[in-house]
């Protein structure tokens, strides 16, 4: 089963499992919403989205265009 068609199954039955992550102690779980606190070290606001790949990716493109920039700019 793809990705694809475990977001509709889960969308057909109204929850869709989220892959979360603590930002404080890197604990990774799912959970349907995202928690106030972290279920394994209890930090308030703490819990965001699990980075994929493609994001890592992208933040990484991202700064390597903006170093590429600087030196166009200084002519390096």
């Known amino acids: ?3 694809f068609d475990k977001f509709i199954y889960f969308l ?3 929850s869709v499992m ?3 992550e603590c930002r404080n102690c890197g604990y990774k779980f ?3 919403k995202i ?3 972290c279920p394994y070290c209890s930090k308030e606001s703490s819990v965001g989205l699990l980075k ?3 994001d890592l990716l992208d933040e990484t493109l991202g700064e390597k265009a903006i170093f590429d ?3 166009k ?3 390096i």
């Open 12 to 14: 057909l039955q109204g």
């Open 18 to 20: 989220l892959d979360l």
């Open 69 to 71: 920039e600087e030196r």
């Open 73 to 75: 700019r200084r002519g």
């Open 1 to 3: 089963m793809s990705n």
């Open 30 to 32: 799912r959970n349907v």
């Open 52 to 54: 994929t790949a493609q």
């Open 35 to 37: 928690p106030n606190r």
